[in-house]
């Protein structure tokens, strides 16, 4: 068995140009309102500021027990549902929570989705650690 989950690694790679993306959003926004701290009430820094927050949130914890899934034997199909899952969720909660300060389908879609590829990549742990799978 490989070392490194390259199946987690691929979806860890999308992932993180996301994250790159969300991290430059912000400082584009940070310069063009020369807003270095908080977001001094405007609107677009807050969203872009609240769309970086919610990505590092949960995404290195879904990334990280999705590769631990991998790395004990989880069937690489499992893990490419679960990547994609997880691509998928954070590209609509990105464009939900960049689109409306307010509740948005990409934003609850975003959200859940993302909490449904964690607790299946921790069911997979627990269930293979504990000898079920």
Do not use: C
Not at 81 to 97: E, F, H, K, T, Y
Not at 115 to 133: F, K, P, Q, Y
């Amino acid at each position: 068995m490989n070392a490194v989950p390259l199946v987690t690694a691929l979806y860890g790679a999308i992932i993180g140009l996301l994250g790159a993306f969300l991290t430059i959003n912000v400082i584009r926004h940070r310069v063009a309102t020369k807003i270095n701290d908080g977001d001094g009430g405007n609107a677009h820094l807050r969203m872009a500021v609240r769309a970086h927050a919610n990505f590092a949130q949960l995404v290195p914890l879904t990334v990280l027990l999705i590769g631990f899934s991998e790395s004990l034997g989880t069937p690489k199909t499992i893990i490419h549902g679960i990547g994609a899952a997880l691509v998928l969720a954070r590209l609509l909660s990105a464009q939900g929570l960049l689109s409306a300060e307010g509740p948005s389908f990409g934003r609850q879609a975003g959200a859940g989705l993302t909490v449904l590829a964690l607790i299946a990549a921790s069911v997979l742990i627990l269930l293979r650690e504990g000898g079920i799978m």
